[in-house]
């Protein structure tokens, strides 16, 4: 049954810590195409992300006249971030810290249950390197075929399908570089300049930028990102402990391995026969046999091979599997998985994801669409007018955070027989009106003159009041009024 059906492959784990040696050239890997559950989950995976990243600049979103109609855009001429039905300007980028901070406590969550399952699926370095080796596989031929033709000379057909693959793995960079700058202009428009050759410098550089690092990364550097470049292995083990999930080589059932014949009894050896398919489609070069390593992404392809192999051999399947540290130390193929989602490590994990998406969210609803700023001059610090009042001048910033236009009322309180107006303009009684165009920033001089006797001292503490005449939204900003002393 053995002998007929299953592979005995010649191949080493490169990665190996003893196999890696820091002054040889590096050792190429060819990983075999694997077939099983977790490498359709894989193929879904990449599907998706792809389609998301590719697809998000088109989407198109109504914000009315004044706004782009891009779904998600960061535009830095305007210096907005645009997110469906989220606007947020650059004194709000505390928001992008609260995504940043949610971003890394879901990843230290997800590791705590599943190990790197981000790194197996989701990482971009693993979704365009699983792209990159479709592309290889589809032009060259699996593992064995291209092998072969690593080792072969120098003729019209290798180079030809060399000239392919990495054709195609150019087209998939420009892609990829110009699917990202989509992403900071307005898509439609962007593309008909790109092709026209009327875009920015930048927008060129930027595209060519990406192209050249998904090329290196993803097709040439490939494991060598995550081994040597990647932070996230290094940090990833304070993140799990014996309750983890995560792909484990069974060793109390599989050991002492060794090669087995069709016929031969199982008892007193291991389901293990040594065949290295969960080697051969180890895209690390690893071997998962030698237990959790650095290098070890999670991608499960490990335990698709050995599965097919268990099939094969009519034994229980789970040789490898995702199991806890405990786990790999029980020989029963039929014991149940015991899995403790809910332990200290997690719920601390949890309690801080679910406050930090709290007051981020209550923030987020809660929001101000009025933005004020009140600057009092310091040059001179006050004025003495001709009929003896004083005068203190102003710079009075209104934010209309919303697409239409608005007009706002400016009122001071604090101050007795105040007159105040806008520069250029005559002396008015308070209030006084004042338009803010469409999502924009407005600037106004404002003087405000007082009698020197109602002064109570050198610095009167008053109110700048602002109020949206549509919706009474209002905010006050605290300044002083400075005059001499008395």
Same mark, same amino acid.
């Not at 792209?131 to 589809?138: A, C």
């Not at 307005?186 to 927008?203: G, S």
């Not at 959790?292 to 399947?317: F, G, H, S, Y």
């Given at each position: 049954?053995?002998?007929?059906?299953?592979?005995?492959?010649?191949?080493?784990?490169?990665?190996?810590?003893?196999?890696? $040696?820091?002054?040889?050239? *590096?050792?190429?890997?060819?990983?075999?195409? $694997?077939?099983?559950?977790?490498?359709?989950?894989?193929?879904?995976?990449?599907?998706?992300?792809?389609?998301?990243?590719?697809?998000?600049?088109?989407?198109?979103?109504?914000? &009315?006249?004044? &706004?782009?109609?891009?779904?998600?855009?960061?535009?830095? /001429?305007?210096?907005?971030?645009? %997110?469906? %039905?989220?606007?947020?300007?650059?004194?709000?980028?505390?928001?992008?810290?609260?995504?940043?901070?949610?971003? /890394?406590?879901?990843?230290?969550?997800?590791?705590?249950?599943?190990?790197?399952?981000?790194?197996?699926?989701?990482?971009?370095?693993?979704?365009?390197?699983?792209?990159?080796?479709?592309?290889?596989?589809?032009?060259?031929?699996?593992?064995?075929?291209?092998?072969?033709?690593?080792?072969?000379?120098?003729?019209?057909?290798?180079?030809?399908?060399? =000239?392919?693959?990495?054709?195609?793995? !150019?087209?998939?960079?420009?892609?990829?570089?110009?699917?990202?700058? %989509?992403? @900071?202009?307005? $898509?439609?428009?962007?593309?008909?300049? =790109?092709?026209?050759?009327? $875009?920015?410098?930048?927008?060129?550089?930027?595209?060519?930028?990406?192209? /050249?690092?998904?090329?290196?990364?993803?097709?040439?550097?490939?494991?060598?990102?995550?081994? #040597?470049?990647?932070?996230?292995?290094? !940090?990833? &083990?304070?993140?799990?402990?014996?309750?983890?999930?995560?792909?484990?080589?069974?060793?109390? *059932?599989?050991?002492?391995?060794?090669?087995?014949?069709?016929?031969?009894?199982?008892?007193?050896?291991?389901?293990?026969?040594?065949?290295?398919?969960?080697?051969?489609?180890?895209?690390?070069? +690893?071997?998962?046999?030698?237990?959790?390593?650095?290098?070890?992404?999670?991608?499960?392809?490990? !335990?698709?091979?050995?599965?097919?192999?268990?099939?094969?051999?009519?034994?229980?399947?789970?040789?490898?599997?995702?199991?806890?540290?405990?786990?790999? %130390?029980?020989?029963?193929?039929?014991?149940?998985?015991?899995?403790?989602?809910?332990?200290?490590?997690?719920?601390? #994990?949890?309690?801080?994801?679910?406050?930090?998406?709290?007051?981020?969210? @209550?923030?987020?609803?809660?929001?101000?669409?009025?933005?004020?700023?009140?600057?009092?001059?310091?040059?001179?610090?006050?004025?003495?007018?001709?009929?003896?009042?004083?005068?203190?001048?102003?710079?009075?910033?209104?934010?209309?955070? +919303?697409?239409?236009?608005?007009?706002?009322?400016?009122?001071?309180?604090?101050?007795?027989? /105040?007159?105040?107006?806008?520069?250029?303009?005559?002396? !008015?009684?308070?209030?006084?009106?004042?338009?803010?165009?469409?999502?924009?920033?407005?600037? #106004?001089?404002?003087?405000?003159?007082?009698?020197?006797?109602?002064?109570?001292?050198?610095?009167?503490?008053?109110?700048?009041?602002?109020?949206?005449?549509?919706?009474?939204?209002?905010?006050?900003?605290?300044?002083?009024?400075?005059?001499?002393?008395?």
């Amino acid at each position: 049954m053995v002998n007929s059906s299953v592979e005995n492959i010649d191949v080493r784990p490169v990665n190996k810590k003893e196999n890696r $040696a820091l002054f040889e050239k *590096r050792e190429k890997i060819q990983p075999k195409k $694997a077939r099983g559950n977790f490498r359709r989950l894989k193929w879904i995976i990449m599907g998706v992300t792809l389609a998301i990243y590719y697809i998000t600049p088109w989407i198109r979103w109504d914000r &009315g006249e004044s &706004g782009p109609d891009q779904a998600v855009l960061v535009d830095l /001429a305007r210096e907005r971030f645009y %997110f469906f %039905f989220i606007e947020l300007w650059p004194q709000e980028v505390y928001y992008i810290t609260g995504l940043l901070i949610l971003a /890394a406590i879901s990843l230290f969550l997800v590791t705590s249950l599943f190990g790197r399952a981000w790194c197996g699926y989701s990482c971009p370095q693993t979704v365009w390197t699983d792209l990159f080796i479709f592309v290889e596989r589809m032009v060259e031929g699996d593992r064995n075929a291209r092998l072969k033709l690593d080792k072969a000379p120098t003729s019209v057909s290798k180079f030809g399908k060399r =000239l392919l693959k990495h054709s195609i793995w !150019i087209v998939i960079g420009v892609l990829t570089g110009g699917a990202w700058v %989509f992403y @900071f202009a307005d $898509a439609p428009t962007l593309l008909r300049e =790109l092709f026209t050759f009327e $875009a920015p410098v930048i927008a060129y550089s930027s595209v060519a930028v990406l192209t /050249a690092t998904t090329y290196v990364f993803g097709g040439l550097m490939r494991e060598q990102v995550c081994t #040597y470049m990647c932070p996230w292995p290094r !940090i990833q &083990g304070a993140m799990v402990d014996e309750d983890t999930l995560t792909v484990t080589y069974h060793s109390a *059932r599989g050991e002492p391995r060794g090669p087995h014949k069709k016929g031969e009894s199982w008892t007193d050896r291991g389901h293990c026969i040594d065949c290295n398919q969960c080697v051969a489609v180890c895209p690390m070069g +690893i071997d998962i046999r030698d237990g959790l390593q650095l290098e070890c992404i999670t991608c499960a392809l490990c !335990i698709d091979a050995c599965n097919d192999v268990m099939d094969k051999i009519d034994l229980p399947r789970g040789l490898i599997g995702y199991d806890t540290h405990a786990g790999q %130390f029980d020989s029963n193929p039929e014991r149940k998985l015991d899995i403790r989602f809910i332990r200290p490590r997690t719920i601390a #994990y949890g309690l801080i994801l679910a406050l930090v998406g709290a007051v981020m969210l @209550f923030t987020l609803l809660n929001r101000s669409v009025l933005d004020v700023n009140v600057i009092r001059d310091r040059n001179p610090l006050f004025v003495t007018l001709s009929d003896g009042s004083i005068r203190n001048g102003y710079t009075v910033k209104i934010l209309n955070k +919303i697409h239409e236009t608005r007009q706002f009322q400016i009122e001071v309180v604090g101050l007795k027989n /105040a007159q105040a107006w806008i520069e250029s303009g005559p002396p !008015i009684g308070l209030p006084m009106i004042v338009t803010v165009p469409a999502d924009a920033l407005s600037s #106004y001089k404002l003087f405000i003159s007082a009698p020197a006797q109602n002064l109570p001292g050198k610095t009167s503490d008053i109110d700048v009041v602002v109020t949206d005449f549509k919706s009474n939204e209002r905010d006050i900003q605290e300044t002083s009024f400075k005059g001499p002393e008395k």
